[in-house]
Every structure is written in structure tokens, then in C-alpha cells.
């Protein structure tokens, strides 16, 4: 992917962040602090912001420093996370990644996540995004597979008791409302699986 279609891409995925940093408030207002929406808008814009400079790096240093901005610029537990996340992923990738490669990355990135928040999936947290999708790019799933279980798997949410996080606090309470990082989560993926799917790649 040249650096004009990285550039796309990020452009791509900030803007969703920030056209439903509203909707994410919403449902952090309900089970958590509130403020992530406005925390991940800010990560996103700071990303953005950099723009096209970072997009010219290779991968492995445009995902380093995406997550070093998602630790600096996002408070509450989102930042570490999403950064860890992003980091983790530039550790592994490889400047011209082919898909077993962004496999491997993916799940490398997401044992990261879970170790920094310790968790697991099924606790009502954006590893019920993450894992799911994991499992789905390792069997094979093209964008638009990959784009409906992101979705889905968010929803899939909302049924769940908090086990880990601020919702853990809200004990039954957390039930009935979808997790406020699997929604943000699911919607990153779903734009770039958009993004891959337009410039012809796992379609």
C-alpha cells in the first residue's frame, strides 16, 4: 500500500471516530465515564493531524506512532489500550505485510491488549471485537466478512455483565447496554475493511 493510501486510510478512520465521538459518549455516559468519545476523537484528530508525513513512514513506524498518540492524547483506560493495540501490531507487521503476516500481527496485538487490561474475552470489554475478528481474519474472511462480524460482534455485547472495566461497577446495570470500546472498536475495523475493499485489497 503506497503512502497516499495509507494516508486514506487513517484520514478514513479518524473521520468515523469523530463523526460518532457523540454516539461513543452516549454509551459511555451510560455504563462508564463518559468521556470516551471525546478521548478517542482527540487520539484520532492528533493522528490525523500528523498527516501526510506519518503516512509516508513505513507500517511498522506509522502503527508506533498511532499508538504513541492514542497512550498520549486519549485518557481513561481506552488510551493504553487502543495504544498498546496499535504498537503491538507495529512490532510485528513488517514494512510490506502479506496477510499471514497481518494474521500473526493481529493476534500478537491482541494477546498484548488482553495482558494490559488483563482480560479476556466474554468480560465486556473491546476484546469481544478483537477476538472475534481475529479468529475471522485468521480463517480466511475477506473485508466485508470481516466488516459484519466487527458489527455483529459489538452487538453482541450489549446481553453481557461487565466483568472488567468501569462497567464492572454497574453489576447487573452493565446488561442492556453495548460496551462503549467494542462499539469503537467495531467501527475502526468496519472502515478499514471499507478502505481495503475500495483500493481492491481482501476483497
Keep these: 500500500m503506497h503512502s497516499q493510501a495509507r494516508e486514506q486510510l487513517i484520514r478514513a478512520v479518524a473521520a468515523t471516530i469523530v463523526q460518532h465521538s457523540e454516539e461513543l459518549t ?27 508525513g506519518l503516512a509516508e513512514k513505513p507500517w511498522p513506524d506509522l502503527l508506533k506512532a498511532a499508538g504513541m498518540a492514542m497512550v498520549m492524547k486519549v485518557g481513561g483506560a481506552s488510551g493504553p489500550l487502543f ?3 496499535f504498537m503491538e501490531l507495529g512490532k510485528t507487521v513488517g514494512a510490506e505485510p502479506d496477510r499471514a503476516a497481518v494474521v500473526a500481527a493481529f493476534a500478537k496485538a491482541v494477546e498484548a491488549v488482553k495482558a494490559r487490561g488483563r482480560s479476556e474475552a466474554g468480560q465486556k470489554t473491546l476484546l469481544d471485537v478483537l477476538v472475534p475478528v481475529q479468529a475471522a481474519l485468521a480463517a480466511g474472511a475477506d473485508a466485508a466478512t470481516l466488516k459484519a462480524e466487527a458489527i455483529a460482534a459489538a452487538d453482541r455485547t450489549v446481553p453481557m455483565q461487565a466483568i472488567r472495566g468501569r462497567a464492572s461497577f454497574l453489576g447487573e446495570r452493565s446488561v442492556g447496554h453495548m460496551d462503549p470500546g467494542a462499539r469503537s472498536s467495531s467501527l475502526i475495523i468496519a472502515t478499514v475493511a471499507d478502505e481495503l475493499n475500495k483500493q481492491g485489497l481482501m476483497s
Design 26 to 52: 452516549t454509551l459511555d455516559q451510560a455504563i462508564g465515564d463518559g468521556d470516551h468519545g471525546l478521548n478517542l476523537k482527540r487520539g484520532f484528530e492528533a493522528v490525523a493531524a500528523e498527516l501526510p
Design 83 to 85: 495504544g498498546t493495540f
